[in-house]
């Protein structure tokens, strides 16, 4: 079974950046970040396949966050610049089924708060 785990969250002020950094057991041609904030769904952010060629970002995140993949490290990243309060949530590292927001494997999550 594949396994996903995902470091890099914590605590920042807004307008700063954090990266967000998942790494997975088996080689996995599409994955996906998700978020889900507290009384909220959970949302599809970034998501990557193509061996990185090929990425796709929810519209709140468009232009401030960058998803990245290196299937030889087996990582799959998220950049998050000019971070907003309304970015806080829980962040998951999903493996995807390509060309969807449909998970197969999930991460724990990794906590993000931005405060303003």
């Known amino acids: 079974q594949v396994q996903l785990v995902e470091s890099g969250g914590g605590s920042v002020q807004a307008g700063e950046s954090l990266r967000l950094s998942c790494t997975y057991t088996?080689?996995?041609?599409?994955l996906a970040w998700f978020r889900q904030a507290p009384g909220k769904e959970r949302e599809g952010v970034a998501r990557?396949?193509?061996?990185?060629?090929?990425?796709y970002y929810g519209d709140s995140v468009k232009g401030r966050f960058t998803i990245s993949q290196d299937n030889a490290k087996k990582t799959v990243d998220l950049q998050m610049n000019r971070l907003e309060p309304e970015d806080t949530a829980m962040y998951f590292c999903a493996a995807i089924w390509c060309n969807s927001w449909s998970a197969h494997y999930w991460g724990q999550g990794t906590q993000v708060t931005v405060s303003s």
């Open positions: 088996e080689s996995i041609y599409c």
């Open positions: 990557i396949s193509n061996g990185g060629r090929t990425t």
